[in-house]
């Protein structure tokens, strides 16, 4: 029962703190003018583009096969497309309505933290399992994950800065994207083992979901913003960002 308690305390703390950083990183950057807010959307969705197909979907390529990530895939899209449906746009009937404007974006932000759960709790899983086969795997799974999960907290943040979230209020709900890492570092111990396949699908599912609301909300949003191509220049810095991150912690 400690063991249990003890790997849920280090995935919830993985996931806590890695999106929670990513949406404090986010909150330093200067914002003034709504350039600036296009920017920082694009750039938002350019790192979220860097990570699901430099880290994502590989990841879920690894686990499985083509099959089992593009049926998640396509399962996540599918569940966005019902979202919708539920959560309907906000239209803009003026380039300068704040309101809807600011509905919207944190509508996109709160969808984007969903897609951003679901792709924690396999993580979670890892470390859970890891954690029982070996402790020092445990917990270095957590640590990596954990600072796999700084773009997401940044990407996540992007919108809710532009929709005028207090700082605190951003930092805090991105860390929340991260709890389900906690459920699945309990279930992953507690289980042991969890089926490659069932992993490769969750990671697809995850990587469908925010594919479609990078592409539905994010950078359309920030092209409503967008001046001196601030949409443009945001989203090729935020895939090189991403990029290069990557590359520097899994070196």
Known sequence: MTNLFFITLIGTAAGFLGTGCGGLIINLLPTTKKRDLSFVLAFSGGIMLAVLFQDLIPEALNYGTAATTLFGCALGIGFLLLLDCYMPHMHITSKYDSCNKSTRLIRSSILLGIGIAMHNLPEGLAIGA??????NL????AFILALHNIPEGMAMAGPMKAAGVKPLKTTIICGLAGIPTGIGALLGSALGSVSEGFLSTALGFAAGAMLYLVFDELLPISQELNSHHSSTFGAVFG?????????LINS
Do not use: H, Q, T
């Open 130 to 135: 890891g954690y029982v086969a070996s402790e």
């Open 138 to 141: 445990g917990l270095g799974l």
């Open 239 to 247: 895939v090189i960002f991403g990029l290069l991150f990557l590359m």
